[in-house]
């Protein structure tokens, strides 16, 4: 820790973080309320808007992102978890967060296997080696990351920010293994979409889609969890959400009219190209 303490100092970080936060401040209300001028978003979404804008772009807490594969036949048997933390107290200054992931396959359930309705994904985690454990052994290790990142001497979830896409089930599992996240506030991906694009209950596929964030083997507990991650990162930034225009007009207008069936492969679409089409795409993907 001695060098990234030496290089804040140097770089002096802390005043360059109480000046930014205020612009960022600035730039949220504003941009909240232009959603509301353009009848995006109604008073009290914008109040909420801004509210989760700023729990994410202060960096003052943890955010951890779980999701829960479960077998297609019997939900209440938990296949695979995943779990991905962004940490910012360990990388103040950093351009880019850097995301720790970890997947687990249950091991009492791991001769469960989906495939007939959901996508099965389990061999197929993109961040590296998968751990096998039992419930129990997972339901501990989960409940330590709770206990790491809250606050010192302070009750578990203070500090702690709980990320989610469509995440009722999610917090049903987590209550279902004995795990106890406090009263940390929840951030659910779906909910904070639905404020500005409408009630749809997106799927994580679409909705990365629309940020233009590129994936691979959804339905994999650890790679949904990373993703729903980044998913967070990018509704919370008024400057990326300007950049990906998801809030422009032909952006909402796509977005409604999309096909809603839900695709269980991630093949994109092929179209015949020119230069025009390829500058068009580079800069305003369609869905």
């Known amino acids: 820790m001695g060098i990234q303490q ?6 002096g970080y802390e005043d360059f973080v109480q000046v930014q936060k205020q612009r960022e401040h600035c730039s949220i209300g504003y941009y909240a309320r232009w959603l509301n001028e ?15 804008m700023r729990d994410v ?8 992102s ?47 296997r989906n495939g007939t309705y959901v996508p099965d994904h389990a061999d197929n985690f993109n961040g590296g080696r998968t751990l096998i454990m039992t419930l129990e052994e997972a339901a501990n290790s989960i409940s330590e990351v709770f206990s790491k990142y809250s ?16 995440m009722k089930h999610d917090l049903n599992y987590l209550l279902q293994m004995g795990v106890s996240y406090g009263n940390c506030p929840l951030i659910d991906t779906a ?17 990365l889609r629309l940020v233009r964030q590129p994936f691979a083997f959804l339905h994999n507990a650890g790679n ?22 998801i809030d422009t007009d ?23 190209g020119d230069e025009e089409r390829f500058s068009h795409f580079l800069h305003h993907q369609p869905l």
């Open 224 to 245: 949904d969890a990373y993703y729903t991650l980044l998913l967070c990162l990018a509704l919370a930034d008024p400057f990326y959400r300007m950049a990906s225009e």
């Open 250 to 272: 032909t952006r909402m207008a796509n977005w409604k009219c999309r096909n809603l069936k839900n695709e269980i492969t991630n093949e994109s679409r092929r179209y015949y």
């Open 6 to 11: 030496n290089t804040l100092r140097a770089y």
């Open 57 to 64: 772009k202060n960096r003052e807490m943890t955010l951890i």
């Open 151 to 166: 606050f010192e001497n302070q009750p578990i979830g203070n500090g702690v920010c709980l990320i989610g896409h469509a």
């Open 191 to 207: 909910a904070v979409l639905n404020l500005t694009h409408g009630q749809q209950q997106p799927s994580l596929k679409d909705s």
């Open 38 to 52: 353009c009848s995006y978003l109604d008073d009290d979404d914008e109040w909420d808007l801004k509210h989760v």
């Open 66 to 112: 779980i999701d829960f594969e479960a077998f297609e036949h019997d939900n209440s048997k938990i296949t695979e978890i995943g779990i991905s933390v962004y940490d910012p107290w360990s990388q103040k200054g950093s351009i880019i967060p850097f995301i720790m992931l970890t997947h687990i396959i249950i091991l009492e359930n791991q001769h469960l």
